[in-house]
């Protein structure tokens, strides 16, 4: 079967999306501000597993 991951890169090649947060201009100093707030957003209760600080920017930084 196909990897996933890989068909996933592949769409997002033909759909001309950027590759991750720093090709949209996003800047590591920013990700500590952005973790804060989506661990306090309300939505982040909703979640299946519960997310600290911590772990949004372990997805961030994953993310980049």
């Not at 950027?18 to 661990?39: F, K």
Request: proline share 8%.
């Amino acid at each position: 079967g196909t990897d996933l991951a890989a068909w996933i890169e592949e769409l997002n090649k033909r759909l001309k999306l950027p590759r991750g947060l720093s090709a949209m201009g996003v800047t590591p100093d920013r990700l500590d501000p952005v973790a804060e707030l989506a661990a306090k957003d309300h939505t982040n209760a909703t979640n299946p597993k519960h997310a600290e600080p911590a772990d949004y920017r372990a997805m961030l930084r994953a993310a980049m």
